[in-house]
């Protein structure tokens, strides 16, 4: 019997061919990968916003030495005193910028709450509270300025709530008010430079912000 004959040669299955993918499923493929490249891409633009903050907020201001410490007495005469250069016997910054200059001022909630006010001026101004111990706790810059005049006043969370018993019922009170999460700790105000010629400018600017009682 011939090949053509045998009956098992007529009816064997046909060989199967690899799966096609229809022409009609790519667009659904390409819009699931632009989706995961859109979210892969949004979530890298938070992440890099999250540590941008982060690096802004958490870097050290000053060298290896408790700041507070080091720094306690400086603008006790109701001004911030320059740091950069930091004055004889005291610690530097831990990242000069040399196109900025910073000044501060320490202060004690234990005699009461502090009153920290600044003019601004032609240079952009920030100001810093740094916690005993290390930390910034609060920061604002001089676009939160009015009339000219960037104005706070940091106390503890007693004399806090002290002042809003004190308040007038049903006023609220315009002062911007800042609780310290320690009794002690740093004002410092940075002022950065446009040109190299503005750190006379820069130096007046930052030397200028007031750390006085707020009783």
């Avoid at 040669?9 to 859109?38: M, Q, Y």
């Avoid at 806090?160 to 006023?171: I, M, P, T, Y």
Wanted: net charge negative.
């Amino acid at each position: 019997m011939s090949t053509l004959d045998d009956p098992r040669e007529l009816h064997a299955a046909p060989a199967t061919k690899p799966p096609r993918t229809s022409v009609a499923g790519w667009p659904g493929l390409l819009g699931r990968g632009l989706r995961r490249l859109v979210l892969l891409t949004l979530m890298g633009l938070v992440l890099a916003g999250i540590v941008h903050i982060l690096a802004v907020l958490l870097i050290p201001v000053l060298a290896e030495r408790d700041a507070a410490s080091a720094y306690a007495a400086l603008g006790d005469g109701g001004h911030a005193e320059l740091v950069t250069p930091p004055a004889a016997g005291l610690p530097a910054l831990a990242e000069p910028d040399p196109n900025s200059v910073s000044a501060v001022c320490g202060y004690d909630l234990g005699t009461g709450p502090v009153r920290v006010s600044a003019q601004t001026g032609a240079l952009p101004l920030g100001l810093t509270l740094h916690r005993h111990g290390g930390g910034v706790a609060y920061a604002i810059t001089d676009r939160a300025a009015i009339r000219g005049v960037l104005e706070f006043v940091v106390m503890t969370q007693e004399q806090l709530d002290e002042r809003l018993a004190q308040d007038e019922e049903g006023e609220t009170s315009r002062e911007l008010r800042v609780v310290s999460p320690s009794p002690q700790g740093l004002i410092v105000a940075r002022v950065m430079l446009r040109h190299t010629v503005d750190r006379g400018e820069a130096e007046a600017l930052a030397t200028s912000v007031a750390c006085t009682s707020a009783d």
